[in-house]
């Protein structure tokens, strides 16, 4: 009899702790939010779904962007890209940076002193760093540091998958 009531309770708990892992499951993934605060270049959003965004971009786009990931040192050609142009988002085309601002970091990653507009990107902590995603989107693209050249002191250390250059006559 006491050994009947201990499968039992056993039972519960087991049938308790999958309906919880099924709820998890079937909860789609939270839309990332635009933190109090912040705005986004004429207010403008950009919001899709996980498979929408797996349709859109590549592999690896869809890794760094969407999951956080960070592409290797120097494995994108725009680390040592040099001609005059706009770098936009990969997701969404907000531009994000000038190459006006873009400065040899000797780091492997594209990098930059300032955005092209204040808003063209948000800041969120992450650890002991400070993750960089597009006001647009909310498109991971890399983290911002504080030892960065003048005039800002910023440097801000993007994955070249997370963007796209178009090249501009001067
Ligand atoms: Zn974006």
Redesign the pocket.
Known sequence: MKQNSVFVGIAVILAGALWIYGTYLSTPKKAHRLPAGATSPQGKR?EKTDAEWRGLLTRKQYAV?RERDTEWPNSSELTHEHRAGLYS??????PLFSSRTKFDSGTGWPSFYDPIVVNAIYTEPDGSRTEVR??????HLGHVFTDGPEPTGLRFCMNGTALSFTQVSQ
């Open positions: 950009v962007t988002c990969v997701c969404c085309h907000n597009c006001s647009v989107c909310d498109a």
